[in-house]
C-alpha cells in the first residue's frame, strides 16, 4: 500500500490569484493522478503526471491552467491558476503502488474561491 | 472509451442488514479491473474491494462481496451485517490492465445511509 499526503488541506482564495497543492507519496511510484470532484460530483482525471516527462492532461484541462510538476518518484504538485468561483472543488492526487493495480489517494484539498 | 454508471443516486440500510449497490459499465478492452471506492465525508477515498477482469471468482473482503457478470457488463458491491460506520459514498470505478495510463474512469456514486 501507499500513505499519500496532500496539503493543504483546504483554503479559501480570491478570484484571479494561484494556488500550489502539494502530494507527497511514501515510496516510489511512476505514476501519479490528479483528479476534480465538483461539489456532489464523481471525480473527473485532471492529468496524469510521470516523473521526467510532461503531464499528459485529459480533455477540457490544459497546461496552462492547472501546470503540473513532479520533479522526483515521490512528489508531484498542481497548481490551480488565475482561479475562478467554477474552480472550487475538492481536488485529490493518486499513485499506483505495489503491483496490484490498486491507485491510492490523498485526503483531498477543498478549495473554495471568493 | 471506458464508461461506468452508477443507477442508484442513494440507498438506505438498517444497522445489520444487507445491501447491494449496482453498477455496470462498458469497456472495449478485454483484460481490465474493477473497483469500488468508499469516500465518507472526510473526504478520503478508500478502496474496498478490486476485482480483475480475468478471474471468474468474485472477490471478497470480510463483509464485503462482489457479483461480478462479465458478459452482462455487471459489478454490484454487496454489504453484509451493515455497521454505521459504513455510511458514506460509494463509487465504482474501472481501469484498463497495465495500459499506459491505467486512470481510472468513476461513476457517479451511490450515497448509502445506514440506519441505526
Known amino acids: 500500500s501507499a500513505v499519500i499526503s496532500q496539503k493543504p488541506s483546504r483554503d479559501i482564495c480570491q478570484r484571479g490569484t494561484s494556488l500550489t497543492i502539494q502530494c507527497q507519496v511514501d515510496?516510489?511510484?511512476?505514476?501519479m493522478f490528479w483528479y476534480r470532484q465538483q461539489p456532489g460530483q464523481s471525480l473527473t482525471l485532471i492529468a496524469t503526471?510521470?516523473?521526467?516527462?510532461?503531464?499528459?492532461?485529459e480533455s477540457g484541462f490544459v497546461i496552462d491552467k492547472f501546470p503540473i510538476s513532479r520533479p522526483n518518484l515521490t512528489f508531484s504538485t498542481l497548481t490551480v491558476s488565475n482561479m475562478s468561483p467554477e474552480d472550487s472543488s475538492i481536488y485529490l492526487c493518486s499513485a499506483f503502488a505495489g503491483l496490484k493495480n490498486i491507485q491510492y489517494f490523498g485526503a483531498g484539498t477543498r478549495l473554495s474561491v471568493l | 472509451a471506458q464508461t461506468v454508471t452508477q443507477s442508484q443516486p442513494e440507498m438506505s440500510v438498517q444497522e445489520a442488514e444487507t445491501v447491494t449497490l449496482s453498477c455496470t459499465y462498458d469497456t472495449s478492452e478485454s483484460d481490465y479491473y474493477l473497483f469500488w471506492y468508499k469516500q465518507p465525508p472526510s473526504r478520503q477515498m478508500i478502496l474496498v474491494i478490486r476485482?480483475?477482469?480475468?478471474?471468474?471468482q468474485n472477490a471478497t473482503e470480510n463483509r464485503f462481496s462482489v457479483n461480478f457478470q462479465k458478459a452482462a457488463k455487471s459489478f454490484s458491491l454487496k454489504i453484509s451485517d451493515s455497521q454505521l460506520g459504513d455510511a458514506a459514498m460509494y463509487f465504482c470505478a474501472s481501469s484498463n490492465y497495465g495500459g499506459a495510463t491505467n486512470k481510472l474512469i468513476f461513476g457517479t456514486g451511490t450515497l448509502l445511509a445506514v440506519q441505526p
Open positions: 515510496s516510489q511510484v511512476t505514476m
Open positions: 476485482q480483475e477482469a480475468y478471474k471468474q
Open positions: 503526471a510521470n516523473q521526467g516527462s510532461e503531464a499528459t492532461y
